[in-house]
């Protein structure tokens, strides 16, 4: 279950050598809510998904459901995000949370013309 009452953190990350950032809304135990990933060198949004609606997609009893919302929307990451970066692991640094709102609104719409 999704604690809502949590402060909710904003982070962004990137794994350079695979042209990739991502950035996510964690909830109170550093679990990712939403998650966007856009490739660097064009801009092309990879995902913005949502555990909610992942979660969603998998209660509802639909053959498919999940399947089908990965597909349209990407993937959440499936573990919480560490307190600090270990050696090897890309470094993870804050972002407000207008400019995540601004890349949702624009991963949403990306994904949605799909």
Same mark, same amino acid.
């Not at 490739?39 to 979660?55: G, P």
């Not at 089908?68 to 972002?95: K, L």
């Given at each position: 279950m999704i604690d809502t009452d949590a402060v909710v953190t904003y982070i962004q990350w990137s794994w350079p050598d695979e042209d990739l950032w991502c950035y996510d809304e964690l909830d #109170? $135990?550093?679990?990712? @809510?939403? !998650?966007? *990933? %856009?490739?660097? !060198?064009?801009? @092309? &949004?990879?995902?913005?998904? =949502?555990?909610? $609606?992942?979660? *969603?997609?998998?209660? =509802?009893? *639909?053959? #498919?459901a999940v399947q089908?919302? $990965? !597909?349209?929307? #990407?993937?959440?990451? *499936?573990?919480? &995000?560490? @307190?600090? @970066?270990?050696? #090897? $692991?890309?470094?993870?640094?804050? %972002?407000s949370a207008e400019e995540f709102e601004r890349l949702w609104q624009q991963g949403r719409q990306a994904r949605e013309q799909r």
């Open positions: #109170g $135990e550093r679990w990712s @809510t939403r !998650h966007i *990933e %856009i490739r660097a !060198h064009d801009r @092309t &949004f990879l995902a913005a998904a =949502s555990l909610a $609606e992942v979660l *969603e997609a998998r209660d =509802s009893g *639909e053959p #498919g089908a919302y $990965e !597909h349209r929307y #990407g993937v959440v990451p *499936e573990a919480p &995000f560490p @307190t600090s @970066t270990a050696d #090897g $692991e890309p470094p993870i640094g804050p %972002i």
